[in-house]
C-alpha cells in the first residue's frame, strides 16, 4: 500500500506527461511513432524496435492509469496502443521480404522508404509484448534473422545486423554479417524461451547462454563483441548492457521453467 502511495505522489510528473507525449509524438499519415534515433545511435527513422517500445509504454502507462482510477486517460493510452500496433503490422511488416522492416522513413507527402535490413533489433518485437514469440510473423522475421546473421566463422553467435560495418573483421558475408554481439545472441536465447511450450523447447536456449559464458574475459567481464574467427573481445569492455542482457536472460529462463512445471 506504500509503495502504492508513494507512486502516486510522481503519477502525473512521471507517468502521464510521458504517455502524453508518446500518443502525440507520431507521423501523420502512418500513426506511427514520429522518426527518433536507433538503439545502435547510427540512423534516423520510424524504427520497429522504438514502435514496440513506444508500445510497450503506453500498455504500462494504460494499466498505471486504471490503478488510480483514471478511466478516461487508460482509454486515451490504450487506443493508442492499440493504433501503433495495427500500424505496425500495416507498416513495418513487409510481406514481400518475409520479415519485420528494421525501419522505414516517411517524407511530407507520405511517400514510404523502406530499409529491409536483417536486424537484430527487431526482437523488441516480442521482448516488449507486442507480439507474442508464437506469433506467425515474429516466427518467419526469427527464422530469417537466425538463418542469416548466426556467424558462420569459427566462433558463432549472433551479428547485429546484415554487412555490419562497426569493427568489421571481414568482408566475406557469407561467413559473417558482421561480429558476434553478446546481446543479439542472448537476445536468440530470449526468443527461444518466449517461444518454448516444452522443457525440451526451452533447454534449447541453454547453449546461447554457454556460449556467452564461455566467451567472458577471466575477470567476468563481457566485451561488446567478439572476432568471429578467434573469439578475443573486441570494442569496448566491459558493456554493461549485455551483463544486463545476461541476467535478464536468466531471469527468463527461470521464469519459463516455473511456468512450464505448473502446466
Known sequence: MNKIHNLAQHY????????????????????????SYDLWEERRGILTYTTAAVYAG????????????????????RQAAAEIKAA????????ESGHFLRMITVDEQGNIQKDTTLDSSVCGLFQFG??????????????LLEQTLWVKAPAGGMAR???DYYYQV?????QAQGN???ICTLWLAQYRIA????????HQALPLLQWARSRVLPSGVMAEQVHPFTNEPLSVSPLTWGHAEYVLTVRWYLGRYHDIMKA
Request: hydrophobic fraction near 45%.
Open 12 to 35: 502525473r510528473a512521471l507517468i502521464t506527461s510521458a504517455a502524453d507525449f508518446l500518443v502525440d509524438y507520431r507521423e501523420a499519415h502512418t500513426q506511427l511513432p514520429a522518426a
Open 58 to 77: 503506453l500498455d504500462a502507462a494504460t494499466k498505471f492509469s486504471a490503478l488510480f482510477g483514471e478511466e478516461a486517460l487508460a482509454a486515451k493510452y
Open 88 to 95: 505496425a503490422l500495416r507498416y513495418l511488416w513487409d510481406e
Open 130 to 143: 507486442m507480439l507474442p514469440a508464437r506469433d506467425p510473423h515474429i516466427e518467419r522475421t526469427m527464422q
Open 161 to 163: 545486423y546484415e554487412n
Open 170 to 174: 571481414t568482408h566475406d558475408l557469407a
Open 180 to 182: 558476434p554481439w553478446f
Open 195 to 202: 517461444h518454448a511450450e516444452t522443457l525440451a523447447e526451452l
